[in-house]
């Protein structure tokens, strides 16, 4: 017997948990190894470059690319547009696919429909469906051509303010289905005797929403909203097939920025950006942590 602390383990069980963590280790090493070559090193070393006033042969400039960068008007611009379509689309996604989901989780005419038309987007690819979006939002396209109808001015969806709300529209479309899936499959996990319960002691609808649905769905939706924020950062592949190198001002996106700043070989300005956009990240997804962990200590 092996003694530790206070519990009393077989070396036979010990060589076992050994054994496992090996096998474990290996089959996680090929995975290890590709996120380290191909996501890790390079960010490591983009970091290095934000602070080097050259990337070959440059010298230590300390915090000066930042400094310039925060001085950009562009980098700004970009910066208040990509955290504004955050603030909008991700609580827009949030109430979006937790209603598809509480109405695909009860017994409805077209529920089949419905569920074959929020997979759709997550099969199709977004490049060919992207010509689809093109020819409803153009100037002369079909969105125009119906609000002609009810005699409603025609609107340049994709040079006036107008392109944030089509760009919502594409992220929402894109996104939903897959925030669906989830609350579908949360919903599906909690006993009907909690609801049944609810109800003999006279909660209604609401009350059984708030106090039986939401609560047992804080995991769930906690993942969702990270999964959303990350997914509004990622923007850039939609709103670049969309309206090109350089949108309207209400959609130009860090990506935007970064995209353009690669184009003319500023690595520097490419990756101080690249780092704050990061850090902004960690900042809202650690703040979501602190507040889950809190909810979860107020619940129990």
């Not at 989901?101 to 089949?112: G, T």
């Amino acid at each position: 017997m092996k003694k530790w602390g206070f519990l009393c383990v077989p070396l036979g069980w010990a060589r076992w948990m050994r054994r496992d963590a090996a096998a474990a280790w290996l089959f996680l090493a090929p995975s290890a190894a590709g996120f380290a070559v191909f996501y890790l090193i390079p960010f490591v070393m983009g970091v290095m470059y934000s602070f080097m006033s050259n990337t070959s042969g440059g010298q230590f400039a300390g915090l000066a690319n930042y400094r310039e960068l925060l001085a950009s008007d562009s980098f700004r611009k970009a910066a208040y547009n990509t955290f504004y379509f955050s603030a909008v689309s991700v609580p827009l996604m949030l109430a979006l696919s937790l209603g598809l989901a509480l109405l695909l989780n009860r017994q409805i005419y077209f529920r089949k429909w419905l569920r074959t038309s929020y997979v759709l987007p997550l099969v199709v690819p977004v490049a060919s469906v992207i010509i689809i979006w093109q020819m409803i939002f153009d100037w002369n396209g079909a969105l125009n051509y119906i609000l002609s109808w009810f005699g409603i001015d025609r609107v340049d969806w994709m040079k006036t303010e107008s392109a944030r709300n089509v760009v919502i529209a594409v992220y929402l479309w894109k996104n939903i289905g897959y925030n669906v899936i989830l609350f579908l499959a949360g919903l599906q996990q909690i006993p009907k005797d909690y609801y049944e319960t609810a109800q003999i002691e006279g909660a209604g609808r609401f009350r059984q929403f708030f106090g039986v649905t939401l609560v047992y769905l804080t995991t769930t939706t906690f993942f969702v909203v990270i999964m959303s924020i990350i997914n509004s950062f990622k923007v850039f592949r939609e709103t670049y097939l969309m309206a090109g190198d350089y949108p309207h001002d209400s959609i130009y996106m860090l990506q935007h920025y970064m995209n353009n700043m690669f184009i003319s070989l500023d690595i520097q300005k490419l990756t101080a950006a690249a780092a704050l956009m990061v850090c902004g990240i960690m900042v809202i997804v650690f703040g979501l942590f602190g507040l889950e962990r809190r909810y979860r200590q107020f619940m129990e």
